[in-house]
Structure formats: C-alpha cells, structure tokens
C-alpha cells in the first residue's frame, strides 16, 4: 500500500453489519483509486468487526482501528489521527458512494482552489417526512462557497458524510471536537471563522440513508437547542463580534426560541410585521417595525424566521435599501 495516498476514507463503525457491506462495496468501485480505508471498529458487538476483516483481506489498503465504545467523536479522531492521506473523505457505514464521487471531489478540490468539499446527495431509506424532503432539497441547492456561506447559520450546509477536506486545513482548524453539540457543524464554523473555501459538486454523489435509528435522530447533541447554541456561539465569534449593536427580525415561533435564549447579549430589538406587537416586550426585547431598523451598516441584523418563502421577501427588502447580506445581516433558524 502506498505510505502517502491522495484520499484517506475516514470510516467510523458502530453495529453496522446490516449495512456496512454495500458500503464498502462502493468504496470498492470508486473510480479513483488512490485511497485507503481506515475504518474504526467503535465497540461493535454485532458482526461489524468480521465485515471488516474479511474486506481487509482482500485490499491491501484497508487498516483496522478496534477501540472500546465511545462514541462517534472519539472515532472520528483516532481515524483522522491515523489517516495519511492529503485528503480526508468521511463516508458513513449506512451510506452508498457513487463510484465517480472520490474522482470528482479530488478535482474540484485540486482545480477550484477548494479546502472542503462536499457532494449533493439523494435520500435513501425510510419515506422522508415533508421536513426532511424540504431539507434535502435545500442542501442540494447550495453548491458554490458564496451560497453556502450566505447559509451557514440556517443549517449545516454540507452533508458530513459527503466532507472530502484538506488534510492541512482540517489541522489548522483543530480537527474534530466534542463540545457537546453536532461535531460536523462545528468543524465547519471553524473552517470558516479561518476563511477556507467550500463548495459542493453538482452531481448527487451519495445516497445517504436516514433511518429512525440514525444517531442525528436520536442523540441530544442534535438537537434544536444544541444546534442554536452552536450558532450563538459561532456568532458572537463572528458578525456579532464588532461594536454595532445588533438587532433580530422575526418573533414568531421561530425567532421566539431565539429571543429566550438569547444570554447575556439580547438584540437592541426586534422587528415584526404584526401591528399589534409593535410596542410591546417578548422575552425581555422591545418589539419595533422594519422601518425602524437602523440603517446599513449602522447594525447588524439576524433574522429567525421560519416560514416558506419569507427569507426571499426580506433579502429583497434589505438590498432594496442598501444592505449588504452578511455585511448588515444575516438568516438563522
């Protein structure tokens, strides 16, 4: 096996027996060839282990890493502490890679000047909810740096298991870390906060799986409030470092979440478009009208809002009077 391979597949396994075969299988078909595997067994007691053996035993370029049970950070750490490639390229055991995905992600990171790339992706598994349908298709909507940027703070913009990233920049920014919220989203913020580049194939290049069983289902690391805490802290680090005073547009249930946890920096105020709650108080923040926001570059904005087709309204809004998206404001939820 080559010492130095372009692609190092970061694997972590966890009772994966059911899957991890096709899984494997398609690492095996992939067109580009100069990779290893190195797979962490993380305490499975189902077959995950003699799955993996017995692969290894037919590529040379597949290590095996077998550690006591502690979960998907610490597995993703050791993997990434062992792997040698120039590139690291997360897959999950549940997951199905197209056999061109390594291929074009090595040239676009190579080609478009990329730090992390990630691919669009196609459900696979149990019937999507309306939700998750609606996030798939937004995912799949962000595909060059400027449109994943503009979005950061909405929703992880790239698949975890789709990363393939520089090793060099994935050791810059710390590598993965457990603070208690999604360790994907987190790296991501620390790649940006460093000013590395983002971009996406236009091609679904993974059918990623989701089932009820999915850990981003059932761990309380994924959860809505864990989420918002990692943006408001990524926030105070980022657009609301500065000496502007900032403000939230949105106090229904969305942005409502927001205004209660927001600590010890609550926004000067906050904008609603019901004229019944100009005036009043929600969780403590003065409610005004858009008209009453500061003007560009006076503050700095969040908006919390979560109904269809409301976030293309107030942009156009905002750059009809001279704000600049990401200089004046910003979308969470």
């Given at each position: 096996?080559?010492?130095?391979?372009?692609?190092?597949?970061?694997?972590?396994?966890?009772?994966?027996?059911?899957?991890?075969?096709?899984?494997?299988?398609?690492?095996?078909?992939?067109?580009?060839?100069?990779?290893?595997?190195?797979?962490?067994?993380?305490?499975s007691?189902d077959?995950?282990?003699?799955?993996?053996?017995?692969?290894?035993?037919?590529?040379?370029?597949?290590?095996?890493?077998?550690m006591?049970?502690?979960?998907?950070?610490?597995?993703?750490?050791?993997?990434?502490?062992?792997?040698?490639g120039?590139?690291?390229?997360?897959?999950?055991?549940?997951?199905?890679?197209?056999?061109?995905?390594?291929?074009?992600?090595?040239?676009?990171?190579?080609?478009?000047?990329?730090?992390?790339?990630?691919?669009?992706?196609?459900?696979?598994?149990?019937?999507?909810?309306?939700?998750?349908?609606r996030?798939i298709e937004?995912i799949?909507?962000?595909?060059?740096h400027?449109?994943i940027?503009?979005?950061?703070?909405?929703?992880?913009?790239?698949?975890?298991?789709?990363?393939?990233?520089?090793?060099?920049?994935?050791?810059?920014?710390?590598?993965?870390?457990?603070?208690?919220?999604?360790?994907?989203?987190?790296?991501?913020?620390r790649?940006y906060?460093?000013g590395?580049?983002?971009?996406?194939?236009?091609?679904p290049?993974?059918?990623?799986?989701?089932?009820?069983?999915?850990?981003?289902?059932?761990?309380?690391?994924?959860?809505?409030?864990?989420?918002?805490?990692?943006?408001?802290?990524?926030?105070?680090?980022?657009?609301?470092?500065?000496?502007?005073?900032?403000y939230?547009?949105?106090?229904?249930?969305?942005?409502?979440?927001?205004?209660?946890?927001?600590?010890?920096?609550?926004?000067?105020?906050?904008?609603?478009?019901?004229?019944?709650?100009?005036?009043?108080?929600?969780?403590?923040?003065?409610?005004?009208?858009?008209?009453?926001?500061?003007?560009?570059?006076?503050?700095?904005?969040?908006?919390?809002?979560?109904?269809?087709g409301?976030?293309?309204?107030i942009?156009?809004?905002?750059?009809?009077?001279?704000?600049?998206?990401?200089?004046?404001?910003?979308?969470?939820?």
């Amino acid at each position: 096996m080559d010492a130095s391979p372009i692609v190092s597949v970061i694997l972590p396994c966890f009772n994966a027996a059911d899957t991890l075969p096709e899984c494997l299988e398609s690492l095996a078909r992939q067109s580009f060839q100069d990779w290893e595997i190195v797979a962490v067994d993380d305490g499975s007691i189902d077959e995950t282990p003699d799955i993996l053996r017995a692969f290894a035993a037919q590529h040379s370029n597949v290590r095996i890493i077998s550690m006591a049970h502690s979960g998907i950070v610490a597995a993703l750490q050791r993997a990434c502490a062992e792997a040698k490639g120039t590139y690291l390229a997360r897959m999950d055991a549940d997951d199905v890679a197209d056999a061109d995905r390594f291929a074009q992600q090595v040239s676009m990171m190579e080609r478009g000047g990329l730090d992390l790339c990630g691919t669009r992706v196609v459900h696979w598994g149990s019937e999507p909810g309306e939700g998750l349908a609606r996030y798939i298709e937004w995912i799949n909507g962000l595909v060059d740096h400027d449109s994943i940027v503009r979005n950061l703070f909405i929703e992880c913009p790239i698949p975890h298991p789709t990363f393939m990233m520089s090793r060099s920049a994935y050791d810059a920014s710390g590598g993965y870390q457990d603070q208690g919220w999604p360790e994907d989203y987190d790296l991501i913020m620390r790649f940006y906060l460093a000013g590395f580049r983002f971009g996406k194939t236009s091609e679904p290049l993974l059918q990623w799986r989701h089932s009820e069983g999915r850990l981003s289902r059932i761990d309380e690391r994924y959860s809505p409030e864990k989420f918002r805490r990692l943006k408001r802290h990524y926030l105070a680090l980022s657009h609301l470092s500065g000496s502007r005073a900032f403000y939230q547009w949105g106090a229904g249930s969305v942005g409502k979440n927001w205004l209660r946890e927001w600590e010890a920096e609550k926004p000067r105020a906050v904008v609603d478009l019901h004229p019944r709650k100009i005036g009043k108080k929600i969780h403590g923040v003065r409610v005004i009208a858009q008209e009453d926001l500061p003007g560009p570059e006076a503050a700095f904005t969040v908006v919390a809002v979560g109904a269809p087709g409301a976030r293309e309204e107030i942009r156009e809004w905002f750059n009809s009077r001279g704000y600049e998206e990401l200089r004046d404001y910003l979308f969470l939820a």
